[in-house]
């Protein structure tokens, strides 16, 4: 490899050895050319430049025997033509200059270029140098400085010095990077260096140019020579744990020069002082004139801040001239970082002020900490939130750091202490001034005692040590503090917002709260609130608590609970049908994101007995949690309605009853499903029109009831009658829902006519027939919906009973295709079916391992989502395949757990049948 270095001298090494032979000095000038301009040149041109003063045919024959030199020892770095010559690229090589221009490094430049070496009669050569070398110089001063502000911003104040050095040796000159020496001696505590550093400027000028220094370079001596540093920053007590990427964050911005304000906003308690005195610390040496706090919680009026202000600065005011007008001129030229804290309560009274010390003193940067932003023009805003839940900087580092400080080492580290350390700091919200508080108790308090007192009570925390700020003794105290800065339009506003249990949209803040979006955002910009994705807002948890417990006494909670529900109940009523058309999967998502709310409203409802609320909530509240797949919360959530109905109201009583067997049915309560559809059917008429939605439902529920026990005759019954009823109501999307239902019920007459075996198989034949009838029916409804989910399941039950038919492959290629669509939406349902689906294709191509693989994906899916049919299906499915494998204790153990499931779905047939199967493992076991 060809080694050449130009920068500081002339150095050529091949393959690692010093290149020697040259014939002429021009000859190695030919090279560093070639090399340099990395062109063809042409021999006339080359020829010109090192012999213009020769004959055309004399200069040829020089550079030809230059040429011929550069040849034999460099041959292929060489390309040689009759008219041209060129450096090869395509050999490897290394070029210091090449490499500086490229990376900017300026520890590749050495010097100038080609230092040192000349060539004698060739002035054409020696101006194409002296360009070059000035345009390498200026690109080494550019990296130069580049390098020493980094350095310097890093805190590597040394290495910035050194770098500034350097500039200056290069050129003693530049008088502005003569200024960021001496500034940087002085911040580097060098006050005398810098001083005759300046003296050393002053020279050199006289010297060359007979000229004094510019002004700006004798105020700043003048400045360093009666500097004061000041440093009144608290001294640090505990360490700072987490907030890594905030502080990153606010350096950022304390390094760039345009940036001279930063507010950091945040709730009370939440870390704000601290982050600013942890950056002010490291600030504070990079700064001639030091770092001053100034702590403004008393201060109420703009004399109060300005007097404050007057004492961090440790400046004696004058009898001539005001205050303000004094605090300008002292910091006008200084270099100053300012931090002041809490300024939330002055409002705009010092919002003048700041402005006139960003556009009169160029070098003093701000930082304050708020609950609420500046709004000024030139603020920059970082908003500070709760600690982490999880990592290394978390809020659970935060509670174990400082139980330990203030309790010692002895508290236990369990998984029940870490569950409930967890719990605490999820209710929090990761505020370290309740993380702290709440730590100090564990004295008195184990880990879980803890959790279930905040759990009880989030604003009671209150400090157990003497000590502190009074406004920061207690949660209540933080949020007291904060209540008494908000306007009464304000306060009445956020306890209206308190009603929300999962945040809101502007719309709802609208309807319930009356907040305008320019309320929200104020509300933003003082951190109440925090803007979430998609439009929406939420309030801190303990925030939240604290409002509520404020909401009785604005004398608006009644209409504020009435508008809540009022709010929701629309919003679910307006989503109802659509939830039955291609828009399904958004309004899934929509629903979702308010589902909590959702619940809220109910419960409300429920205590109130507010039978009007519930029976608006009630059909699509329960549509949701069927097509999510939620059955045991449905089925929970309808439960505790019961109370709230009045049986009198044979509507909404009947309407109830009707979801409730739907939901008890989807879970496998055989008992409760029926009980529930005897009283419904007891109560309602098909004659009239009001009713029979509810009929059809209740139908629907006891014919799953009764394919969950086996009595698939009475089953297809029962959904033959809620057929014929939904064809009267005209909604298809309930026409296909049922004609599934009887597709599926065929398909697991088919699946037991399977298990029975060879005397089956005339009615195997016809089951399947049905089934495919009845899902290609509703296939053909639902395509004209464009409903993607039941699309997807009729899909599965057609793959289903494809599968049965013997056509596997297929069937594989259907389960693969809804797998897709479940696993994209979340649909644990869909997923469960589909794994069975796989599993039982893997099962037939003998891949056991495979199928066991998707079989238990199918098992945990199905106890999650409470599905006790599709959990005993696959406990057989289990049973058979590991059966196949050899497996047979674990082939028994499966079938028992299966018969377990199918003895409490009431299905006297499979019990029996898998008794046998019991049965006959017990033998081929005890045989060995």
């Known amino acids: 490899m060809l080694h050449i270095e130009l920068l500081g001298g002339l150095h050529i090494r091949l393959n690692g050895a010093p290149v020697t032979g040259f014939n002429s000095a021009k000859a190695q000038a030919l090279l560093c050319i070639l090399a340099l301009t990395r062109q063809s040149h042409l021999r006339s041109s080359l020829a010109a430049m090192f012999w213009g003063d020769m004959l055309d045919e004399d200069a040829a024959a020089n550079l030809r025997q230059a040429i011929a030199n550069l040849k034999k020892l460099f041959g292929p770095y060489l390309d040689i033509t009759r008219q041209s010559v060129a450096f090869n690229l395509n050999q490897p090589y290394w070029l210091d200059v090449e490499a500086f221009e490229t990376t900017q490094d300026a520890a590749l430049y050495r010097g100038d270029l080609l230092a040192g070496f000349s060539v004698s009669d060739a002035p054409d050569f020696d101006q194409w140098l002296a360009v070059e070398r000035e345009r390498l110089h200026a690109l080494a001063r550019t990296a130069l400085r580049r390098q020493a502000y980094a350095y310097l911003s890093e805190g590597q104040d040394e290495a910035g010095i050194a770098t500034l050095n350097r500039l200056i040796e290069m050129d003693p000159l530049q008088e502005d990077v003569q200024r960021d020496l001496m500034r940087a001696l002085a911040i580097d505590g060098q006050r005398r260096a810098a001083l005759e550093q300046y003296q050393a400027c002053a020279t050199v000028l006289w010297e060359t140019l007979r000229v004094e220094p510019e002004a700006e370079t004798t105020r700043l001596n003048e400045r360093i020579r009666s500097a004061r540093r000041l440093s009144n920053l608290p001294a640090e ?13 606010l350096q950022r911005r304390l390094d760039d020069p345009t940036c001279r304000l930063i507010t950091l906003v945040g709730l009370g308690g939440i870390g704000k002082t601290r982050l600013a005195l942890q950056a002010a610390r490291h600030q504070a040496r990079r700064m001639l004139h030091g770092a001053a706090m100034v702590n403004l919680a008393p201060a109420r009026t ?72 500046l709004n000024l023009h030139s603020e920059w805003a970082l908003a500070i939130y709760g600690l982490p839940l999880d990592g290394a900087a978390s809020s659970q580092t935060l509670f174990w750091e400082t139980a330990r400080r203030v309790g010692g080492s002895a508290l236990p580290a369990d998984s029940e202490s870490a569950a409930a350390v967890r719990r605490i700091c999820q209710m929090v919200g990761g505020m370290p001034l309740a993380i702290e508080l709440a ?3 564990t004295r008195v308090l184990t880990c879980e005692e803890l959790a279930e007192e905040i759990a009880s009570n989030l604003t009671a925390l209150e400090a157990t040590t003497d000590g502190g700020e009074e406004r920061h003794r207690s949660l209540r105290a933080v949020f007291d503090y904060s209540w008494r800065l908000f306007t009464e339009q304000e306060q009445r506003a956020l ?46 948890e303990m925030i939240r608590q604290y409002l509520l417990e404020k909401l009785p006494e604005s004398g608006q909670m ?42 809220q409203a109910w419960d409300t409802a429920v205590q109130s007995r507010d039978q009007r609320t519930l029976a608006a909530l009630m059909p699509a509240l329960f549509l949701f949690h069927d097509l999510k797949a939620d059955w045991r919360l449905a089925e929970a959530l309808l439960r505790s309605a019961e109370s709230a109905l009045d049986p009198q109201n044979a509507d909404l009583y009947g309407e109830w009853l009707a979801h409730l067997a739907l939901a008890s049915s989807r879970i496998g309560q055989t008992d409760q499903t029926e009980l529930c559809v005897a009283r419904c059917l007891d109560l309602l008429s098909k004659d009239i029109p009001a009713h029979r939605a509810s009929i059809a439902r209740a139908l629907l529920a006891m014919g799953y009831s009764k394919g969950l026990r086996g009595a698939y005759a009475e089953a297809v019954a029962h959904l033959q009658e809620c057929l014929a009823l939904r064809q009267t109501l005209g909604d298809e999307w309930d026409l ?30 016809f089951h399947l027939e049905q089934a495919r009838a009845a899902a290609e029916q509703a296939v053909a409804i639902i395509r004209r919906l464009g409903d993607h989910f039941l699309t997807a399941r009729c899909q599965t039950l057609l793959a289903t009973i494809t599968q049965m038919e013997g056509r596997t492959e297929e069937s594989e290629t259907l389960h693969r295709s809804s797998l897709g669509f479940y696993e994209a939406v979340g649909s644990l349902d869909g997923l469960s079916l589909a794994y069975t689906g796989l599993g039982n294709a893997a099962h037939l191509r003998k891949e056991y391992a495979l199928a066991t693989d998707y079989y238990l994906k199918s098992l945990d899916l199905s106890r999650q989502i409470g599905a006790r049919l599709w959990e005993a299906n696959t406990l057989t499915n289990l049973a058979i395949n590991v059966h196949f494998q050899g497996e047979l204790r674990q082939a028994r153990s499966y079938f028992q757990e299966s018969q377990a499931v199918f003895r409490a779905l009431g299905n006297a047939q499979y019990v029996t049948m898998i008794q046998q199967e019991i049965d006959a493992l017990t033998e081929q076991i005890k045989a060995g």
């Open 237 to 249: 007590t505990t360490p700072l744990i987490g907030r890594e990427e905030e502080l990153a964050a």
């Open 302 to 373: 703009l004399s109060s801040f300005l007097s404050a202000l007057v004492d961090a600065l440790q400046f004696p005011l004058l009898q001539l001239g005001t205050p303000h007008e004094q605090l300008l001129d002292y910091l006008r030229e200084k270099h100053l970082l300012l931090v002041l804290d809490n300024l939330e309560q002055l409002g705009s009274a010092a919002n003048d002020f700041l402005n006139e010390v960003i556009h009169t003193a160029a070098e003093v940067k701000i930082i304050v900490t708020s609950r609420q932003r």
């Open 439 to 441: 730590a100090a108790w």
């Open 495 to 540: 306890m209206a917002l308190s009603v929300f249990a999962a945040g809101f949209t502007r719309e709802a803040a609208q309807a319930v709260a009356g907040a305008s979006l320019s309320s929200l955002l104020g509300l933003a910009d003082k951190m109440l609130l925090r803007r979430e994705g998609e439009g929406r807002f939420s309030l801190h």
């Open 558 to 599: 009644d209409q504020v609970r009435t508008a809540y529900l009022e709010y929701f109940a629309h919003f679910l009523q307006a989503r109802a049908a659509r939830l039955k058309t291609a828009e399904q999967q958004t309004l899934l998502k929509e629903i979702t994101r308010d589902v909590n709310n959702l619940h």
């Open 736 to 765: 296909a829902q049922c004609l599934m239902r009887i597709g599926s019920t065929y398909g697991q007459q088919a699946q037991y006519d399977i298990q029975v075996g060879e005397s089956h198989r005339e009615a195997l034949t």
